[in-house]
């Protein structure tokens, strides 16, 4: 499984201990910035991650930022991007079964690292179910 990942400046410090765990959890990641906690602009780093996992060969996307609802609102404009601002690890199951969402959304000024860490595995670990929800993502689609 090939990951990008980005954030912006709040989310810089949990987006690099993301990459530091994927990356030695064996996972294919590649951080789209940004590199600092210099203030940037969220839709920027958004929109590098949904086009990697549109245009070329990642499977699924983390974006990071103060409170993951500005990444997960500008996601969500790219068709064929469902994203999901989770702060739990239910959520993070459910969105993955049900939702079949490849972006996946977190705060760092709303979720503790070790809670990230545990919604993260749960994310990453969850097969989507397909069955009834596909009619549904369909819908999302037309
Ligand atoms: C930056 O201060 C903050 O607005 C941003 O990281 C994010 O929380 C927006 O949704």
């Known amino acids: ?17 993301i990459y530091n765990h994927l990356v030695s959890n064996g996972y294919e990641v590649v951080d789209f ?6 203030s940037c602009d969220y839709p920027i780093y958004a929109k590098k ?3 990697a996992i549109l245009n070329t060969e990642f499977d699924k996307g983390i974006l990071v930022c103060g409170t993951g609802i500005g990444m997960s609102i500008c996601a969500n404009r790219f068709k064929g991007i469902r994203a999901a601002c ?3 690890t239910f959520s993070a199951k459910m ?9 996946l959304c977190l705060g760092e000024r709303v979720v503790g690292q070790g809670l990230a860490l545990e919604i993260l595995k749960a994310w990453l670990n969850t097969e989507y179910e397909a069955g009834r929800h596909q009619k549904r993502l369909d819908l999302i689609e037309e």
Do not use: P
């Open 1 to 17: 499984m090939k990951i990008a990942i980005a954030s912006d400046h709040g989310g810089y410090n949990l987006k690099n201990i």
């Open 33 to 38: 910035g940004t590199d600092s906690l210099k």
């Open 49 to 51: 991650v949904c086009n």
């Open 86 to 88: 989770v702060s739990d």
């Open 95 to 103: 969105t993955r079964a049900h939702n079949n969402s490849n972006v």
